[in-house]
C-alpha cells in the first residue's frame, strides 16, 4: 500500500485562507470546532458520546506533494513526501477526512506508516516540544475524498526537524449528527 511513488498532479486545489479571514462566514458552532488547536480526535471521541470512534485508513505512500502542499511545508516542490488519508469514522460514519503529508527529509526516523488506524492525534500529542503553525481554512471540498462539507482546515505541526502538514475536511455527515449548521 506504501511502497509505491506516484506524482500528484490532481486539478482541483484548495483555496486557503487565514483562519480570521473565514470568521465572518463560520457560525460560532463550527468556529469552536475549526478554531482548536488541541486534539481533533479527542474532541470528536468526546463529541460523538457512546459512537464508536475509528480511523478508517484510505490510502498510504510516497508521493510527490501538491503544489499547495509544498508551498506550505516550506519545501522545493518535487521533493518526495509521504502522505496518509484516513476518514475519522463515528459508528461507522465518516465525520472527517484526512490527508497529512510529511516530507521524506524531515521523517527523522519517525515510522509513521506503523501507525495503521491508530489515530495519528494520539501519537502527535504526545510528542514533547511539539508546534503547530496558525490555522488556515477552505470551503472547498477535499480533493482527495467524494463527500462535501462546510469547512476544511489545515496546519503544520513540528517537532525539532520533523515537519507535517495536517489538512481536516469536516463532512456534511458531522453537521448531520450532531445538528451543526450549514456553515
Ligand atoms: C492531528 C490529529 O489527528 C487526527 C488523526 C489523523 C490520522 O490518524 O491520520 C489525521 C488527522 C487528525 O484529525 C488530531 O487528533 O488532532
Not at 4 to 29: E, K, Y
Not at 126 to 151: K, N, Q
Amino acid at each position: 500500500m506504501h511502497d509505491g511513488q506516484t506524482s500528484d498532479t490532481s486539478p482541483s486545489c484548495p483555496i486557503w485562507r487565514p483562519l480570521a479571514a473565514a470568521r465572518p462566514a463560520m457560525s460560532p458552532d463550527w468556529w469552536q470546532w475549526i478554531a482548536s488547536r488541541d486534539s481533533l480526535t479527542a474532541r470528536l471521541i468526546d463529541a460523538g458520546g457512546e459512537r464508536a470512534f475509528r480511523v478508517r485508513l484510505l490510502d498510504q505512500r510516497l508521493i510527490r506533494p501538491r503544489r499547495d502542499e509544498a508551498r506550505a511545508l516550506g519545501i522545493p516542490f518535487p521533493r518526495h513526501a509521504w502522505r496518509r488519508e484516513v476518514a475519522l469514522c463515528l459508528d461507522g460514519r465518516p465525520w472527517v477526512v484526512a490527508r497529512s503529508v510529511a516530507p521524506l527529509a524531515r521523517l527523522r526516523g519517525q515510522r509513521l506508516d506503523r501507525l495503521g488506524e491508530r489515530s495519528l492525534g494520539s501519537w502527535l500529542f504526545r510528542l514533547p516540544d511539539l508546534e503547530r503553525s496558525p490555522i488556515e481554512v477552505t470551503a472547498s471540498p477535499p480533493p482527495f475524498h467524494p463527500d462535501g462539507g462546510p469547512w476544511g482546515r489545515r496546519s503544520v505541526f513540528r517537532h525539532g526537524h520533523f515537519a507535517l502538514l495536517v489538512q481536516e475536511f469536516f463532512l456534511d455527515r458531522m453537521a448531520d449528527d450532531l445538528g451543526l449548521p450549514s456553515r
